[in-house]
């Protein structure tokens, strides 16, 4: 049975809420590749060596690569979307949050849903709209998601930001969410979906999703890939889906990123 914990803490705030860094090993390797590409470069500018890197001749043709510069810009490349996710990780994630959550018409009674709610990012966001309404948040808690995943570090994030009698969480399975047909007003999820490799694994979760949410309810989706996808499976589910976001951005992040960031943001409705 999924293990339930509800925050008793004081509401009192001492310290900021730490909501960890996305993608933590990405980073880590996005550094040390960079860091490798800096070392190549500054070791040819130094004259230590020529920068070229020559392959012996093949049928008489010798081919020759000019690591510096490509080191060069490589190296920019790399630490530059590593420094982003960390800044993303700190700093634009909570203003994305408010952006996002802004666009649902709030009464303070819903009762909320956070799939895939990590250290609590939209979770607190959606508790703090609320009054006599309930934000719980499921998760597996993988770490290499989500540096610091776990259960307590979003009770406790829950505390520091005022809105501890408001949220629970729940460790739980996306793909079987353990609750009744139509139980929540609103759905979120950032960032979270795309964790699942599988295209069934990740329909399953739209589908339960859909399953819970009430007649008339609510979803916001955001995800760094897949968001087609999410759209298709929701419509076959019956639900309105509108899809927001700049094209020309999605196109820029899918083609420096090698198709690895194609952003997506979903607004869902599910029909009364």
């Not at 607190?124 to 307590?152: C, F, M, Y």
């Not at 570090?153 to 408001?166: D, F, H, K």
């Not at 739209?206 to 949410?213: D, F, H, P, T, Y």
Request: glycine letters at 12%; proline letters at 4%; a positive charge.
């Amino acid at each position: 049975m999924a293990n339930r914990t509800r925050s008793l803490l004081s509401p009192a705030a001492a310290l900021p809420p730490n909501y960890g860094i996305d993608a933590p090993g990405v980073i880590r390797n996005l550094l040390v590749i960079g860091g490798l590409c800096v070392v190549i470069w500054s070791t040819a500018f130094l004259g230590l060596w020529s920068g070229v890197l020559a392959v012996p001749k093949i049928a008489g043709i010798e081919l020759r690569f000019p690591l510096r510069d490509a080191a060069f810009w490589t190296s920019l490349g790399l630490i530059g979307m590593a420094l982003w996710m960390m800044w993303d990780s700190k700093v634009g994630k909570i203003r994305g949050r408010e952006r996002l959550l802004d666009q649902i018409g709030w009464t303070g009674k819903e009762r909320v849903l956070d799939v895939g709610c990590g250290r609590g990012l939209m979770l607190v966001g959606v508790a703090k709209r609320l009054t006599t309404g309930e934000a719980t948040g499921i998760d597996i808690w993988q770490a290499e998601d989500l540096s610091g995943n776990r259960p307590e570090s979003t009770l406790e994030n829950a505390r520091r930001e005022g809105v501890a009698e408001r949220v629970a969480v729940q460790t739980a399975d996306m793909r079987e969410i353990p609750f009744p047909d139509g139980t929540f007003d609103v759905v979120v999820s950032c960032a979270a979906i795309h964790n699942i490799y599988s295209s069934d694994g990740r329909a399953a979760a739209i589908e339960e999703i859909s399953r819970v949410l009430r007649s008339g309810g609510q979803a916001v989706i955001d995800d760094i890939r897949h968001g087609r996808e999410y759209a298709r499976v929701f419509e076959r589910n019956g639900c309105s889906v509108r899809q927001t976001g700049s094209a020309a951005a999605a196109l820029f992040l899918g083609l420096v990123t090698f198709g690895s960031l194609r952003p997506a943001t979903l607004f869902v409705r599910k029909p009364v």
